[in-house]
């Protein structure tokens, strides 16, 4: 079903040379290829239809858009018929109202007017009722094909309902579940008064491949399909545009609002980076927004041992700005630090890096970002000049070749995923870096050429071995390095790679992947034309993550796969605004737009606007506020939206390090882990709550708008006014579009960017400035942003965190399509119906090896510590490996991951953990009491003061 | 700070810069790399240890972080 007044043009558009046609007597111009349906649409002329719908190609099977064209016999179908310069439509006449009304008479035989739960957005019952359509004289069981293919309602999915009687077997869900989301889980069983819709082998939705993406309830053109959140909230008041608030995609939803709270997310159509789709997150899980979980009042404490106090929201600020005071006083300026969140918006992350830098006084600021896509902005910084990957999603449709390193799209990016799964169907190659037989190596009409299945910890000898192949077998384009690269980096490079110890043969000890598919993978991405690469953590999260980057940029420069469409290095970016917060300066190092703080000329120009002096060291990162925690000298610490305590690794390094400190003050929305060793809690404001901007992984800024009130009071932003303010650092914006125009006004590449031109153009690519003041969709045309891009010797350096006969197994970590990250949103809703714990995936061999069975307890042990895991005993692992999700904080994955850390950033090694695996009975009994307190919810005690 | 911890990353940062033929010059990237990305007490601490001998570093680390500017 459509979102809230969406204008469906019928056909998708078209991009040939201009037309020009008649439609009902006025002149229309479109692009050749456009569907008469289409064109009648635009001139508002639209014409009755039930199978088609702009989303999907044309199916022809309603027979209700029929027209008449002068000097054609009979009534074309407009949707399959293109336009033709001077054709002579009508789109209505005597002839075509009657031959309209017989088949929709024959429609409403099958799905009776009044039947749909919400008639005034059914398209049957609204056609029915525009042509005066009431009982059909068709109507009866013998030609009913519901009669012959009853089944009862289908209320398997936790999000939406299939009630057969309702549909009219038009092939929408199942054309869109195949084009638009590529799943091809549904189908249309049997035929004649036969033919009804069916998931997988006519299994219930739930049980059946069907991904929840919502496509085929979206494509729905009758309530056979619908959400049961409308079924029990009621229709929808009014409807908001906003940005989701999950995975780096940044897909464009639509807020409908039923009495003040939202009762369905829709992907918005003219959504530039989701194209009007969305996934199982994005569409159905934002019930954890109004969760009896939220915590909506401030609480503090002396001590971490007392319990919870609930305060004012005036006490609480009080007393954090208080006790940052007397810690400065005590311990020094650099004795306190702030955390960015990724999950925030632009203007959130941009004023916490203000309140640290300018009323903390220090740099000790860092993000979220630290712990996964750090070494994307080191690396791509120093090879190509900007901390952000090339492309525009959209881009992926020019790709010839396609090369996926370390990341699972379909499961962490599923939005983009789809559209990467049309480029494939349409004959694009694929090429696979990972460890793990993700599930694009092989799926529904897509099969990647090569796998390269790597041994954990191995990228950079891959890349090598890659690039080996492209120097010596003479696959470089040479005139596009001479014109666009260094030539000393290039001529340097090349002679590293050329090494033969650099070659697939002799990389194949090391990586695992035979030369012969090194080198054919190779030459495969090398010839293109246009050769694409995407990737994830699987490339930062190692301890040569900043170099893995730096050498994929060295491939695609040696390959000339940079400047244009098509092309390009793109980093798959894990949380909604992974990109923004890195942006926005939340390195301790960085101001806005990347520019170190020890420049005197940038730093002068954020003195003069916040009219402060500023340090010109840079600060702590989050790992070394730890050690610094550790040491004590950094005692107190203000973290906005992160969950150091699950999300980062080595637990017990972190919470021995949380518990150092005096205070520590958290800004949630849940009760988070982290929570545990927290002095003040100050409540949080979901993404539904609040005005601002996301920033996606295509540089895409998009508006985040207030869809309900902040179930606290204050949305996120505002809390760090006051606290700023309760520090003597006055703050006083009256909406975040102030806080952007401070953002502009202070970075080069947010120049142009206003609240109004977001309106106008729907969102903004940065660099958005006078060069380009609709934004950049993509990056480096005609010559990178440094300059002449530069090539870096990336020698590969094996991983201290090695297999030995104590830890006999590597074990690397990912997420899974129904979860998000830490889980704090995901685990509550009903999503848990997909993925209710983590398991650790393991290879057939080793489990055997060890008298593992399927749905064993097994005792996972590393040197930083140890946990246990339900097992999985899969072939998507190979012997050697095992690998697991780390969504539910009971399952501990970080309290085995180490301290390692990529050499540059300090992003940490989670890929890549030395473990041994073995059956136990049970699991520990931290886990036990921790699964019995579910769920969480802090203790409190009422309106007791505990530090007054 | 933990000096174990330091010097490990010291010497991770060294691990990428010896791929340079020219130890000279990949003494500089590490001196450069520290002197931009480690904060002041990490900077101390590291100087620190090299004046008590640099247990543990590499030579490329080693001589980077004696080169290493005086610390605010």
């Known amino acids: ?948 | 700070m933990d000096i174990e911890r330091l010097v490990a990353m010291a010497n991770d940062i060294a691990a990428f810069f010896d791929a340079e033929p020219d130890k000279a010059v990949a003494a500089e990237g590490v001196r450069f790399h520290l002197s931009r990305f480690w904060e002041p007490r990490m900077r101390r601490a590291i100087i620190e240890h090299v004046g008590k001998g640099g247990e543990g570093l590499t030579p490329t680390a080693r001589a980077a972080v004696e080169k290493l500017g005086p610390v605010p």
């Open chain 1, 1 to 948: 079903m459509y979102a809230k007044d969406y204008h469906d043009l019928g056909t998708p558009a078209a991009k040939g040379e201009s037309v020009t046609l008649e439609i009902d007597g006025a002149t229309v111009t479109v692009p050749a290829g456009t569907s008469i349906m289409r064109a009648a649409a635009l001139a508002d002329r639209d014409i009755p239809k039930l199978c088609a719908t702009d989303t999907l190609k044309h199916f022809g099977s309603c027979r209700v858009c029929l027209v008449e064209i002068e000097g054609r016999k009979g009534f074309p179908a407009s949707c399959t018929t293109e336009v033709a310069a001077g054709m002579k439509v009508r789109t209505q006449s005597e002839a075509l109202e009657k031959t309209r009304r017989g088949v929709l008479e024959l429609y409403v035989s099958e799905h009776p007017v009044g039947s749909c739960p919400d008639s005034s957005r059914c398209e049957l019952e609204t056609l029915a009722k525009q042509h005066g359509i009431g009982e059909s004289r068709f109507a009866g069981p013998k030609t009913s094909r519901h009669v012959h293919t009853h089944k009862p309602v289908d209320h398997s999915n936790p999000y939406f309902r299939f009630d057969n009687d309702l549909c009219i077997v038009c092939s929408r869900c199942v054309r869109a579940c195949e084009e638009t989301q590529g799943t091809y889980a549904l189908t249309i069983e049997g035929r004649g008064l036969e033919s009804r819709v069916a998931a997988s082998q006519d299994e219930t939705f739930l049980d059946s491949e069907c991904v929840s993406c919502g496509a085929c309830v979206e494509a729905c053109p009758t309530g056979a399909l619908m959400e049961k959140s409308i079924l029990t909230a009621g229709l929808p008041q009014k409807a908001v545009a906003t940005t989701c608030a999950y995975c780096g995609v940044g897909c464009s939803l639509v807020a409908e609002v039923t009495d003040g709270t939202v009762s369905r997310m829709v992907p918005n159509r003219n959504g530039r980076a989701n194209q009007g789709h969305a996934c199982v997150k994005g569409r159905f899980a934002y019930g954890y927004a109004t969760h009896q979980d939220r915590v909506t009042r401030p609480l503090i404490r002396k001590s971490i041992a007392d319990e919870w106090t609930e305060v004012s929201w005036e006490e609480a600020i009080r007393y954090a700005a208080s006790e940052f005071k007397r810690i400065q006083a005590r311990y020094g300026r650099d004795s306190i630090g702030g955390i960015t969140s990724s999950r925030c918006t632009n203007e959130e992350t941009f004023l916490v890096q203000k309140l640290v830098r300018a009323a903390f006084g220090t740099n000790n600021v860092d993000t979220c970002a630290r712990v996964c896509h750090s070494p994307t902005g080191y690396g791509l910084k120093h090879t190509l000049g900007e901390s952000a990957g090339t492309q525009e999603f959209v881009s992926v449709q020019q790709a010839d070749v396609i090369m996926v390193i370390g990341a699972s799209p379909t499961e962490a990016h599923p939005v983009f995923a789809s559209q990467m799964k049309r480029r494939l169907r349409q004959g694009a190659r694929l090429i696979v870096v990972d460890p793990r037989a993700i599930p694009l190596v092989k799926s529904a009409h897509v099969e990647a050429d090569y796998h390269l299945r790597l041994l954990p910890g191995t990228n950079v000898a891959i890349i090598n071995a890659l690039a080996h192949v492209v120097v010596t077998e003479g696959l470089t384009k040479e005139d596009y390095i001479a014109e666009r690269c260094e030539r000393d980096s290039y001529e340097k490079w090349k002679k590293f790679v050329a090494d033969p110890i650099n070659s697939p043969e002799a990389m194949e000890k090391v990586t695992g992947v035979p030369a012969a598919d090194i080198r054919g993978a190779a030459r495969l991405y090398a010839k293109g034309p246009n050769g694409a690469i995407y990737y994830g953590l699987g490339v930062t999260e190692h301890s040569q993550g900043s170099t893995m980057v730096m050498g994929i940029a060295n491939l695609a420069m040696a390959t000339g796969n940079l400047g244009r469409e098509g092309v390009g290095v793109s980093p798959l970016r894990g949380q909604n605004n992974v990109q923004g917060s890195c942006d926005m300066g939340s390195f301790p190092h960085e101001f806005s737009g990347y520019r170190h703080v020890s420049d005197d000329s940038v730093r002068a120009q954020f003195e003069a606007m916040w009219k402060v002096q500023l340090s010109g060291e840079q600060g702590l990162r989050i790992p070394n506020m730890f050690e610094a925690a550790l040491d004590g000298s950094f005692r107190g610490m203000y973290i906005q939206g992160e969950d150091l305590a699950q999300s980062d690794p080595n637990t017990s390094h972190v919470t021995a390090a949380l518990s150092a400190l005096e205070c520590l003050v958290i800004q949630d929305i849940f009760h988070n882990e982290t929570a545990k060793f927290a002095h003040v809690f100050l409540p949080g404001s979901s993404f539904l709550e609040k005005d601002g901007t996301f920033t996606n992984a295509e540089r895409r800024i998009s508006r985040v708008r207030k869809v309900m009130e902040p179930l606290c009071g204050y949305a996120d932003w505002e809390v760090t006014m006051l606290l700023s303010n309760a520090l003597g650092y006055p703050m006083h914006y009256r909406h975040p579009s102030e806080i952007m125009d401070e953002i502009a006004a202070l970075t080069p590449t947010f120049a142009g960017v206003t609240y109004d031109k977001i309106d106008e153009l729907g969102s903004i690519q940065w660099p958005c400035n006078d060069k380009a003041p609709a934004g950049t969709p993509t990056m480096h045309v005609g010559q990178f942003v440094r300059g002449k891009g530069k090539f870096y010797v990336t020698a590969y350096v094996p991983t201290s965190e090695r297999t030995s006969s104590k830890y006999p197994l590597l074990l690397t970590t990912g997420r899974i399509l129904s979860q998000y990250n830490v889980g704090a949103q995901t685990r509550r809703t009903a999503n848990l119906a997909w993925h209710s714990e983590d398991r650790l995936e393991m290879h057939p061999h080793d489990a055997e090896a060890r008298g593992i069975e399927h749905g064993d307890w097994v005792g996972v042990t590393s040197r930083a510590g140890d946990t246990v895991l339900r097992v999985e005993i899969t072939e998507k692992v190979a012997p050697g490996v095992v690998y697991t999700t780390f969504h539910f904080p009971e399952s501990g994955a970080n309290l085995i991951t180490t301290e390692n850390s990529d050499w540059a950033t300090n992003c940490p090694e989670y890929k890549v953990t030395a473990v041994q695996v073995v059956k136990v009975a049970q699991p520990a009994s931290w886990q036990r009491r921790r699964q019995a307190a579910l769920p969480a919810s802090p203790r409190r005690r009422p309106q007791e003061s505990p530090v007054s």
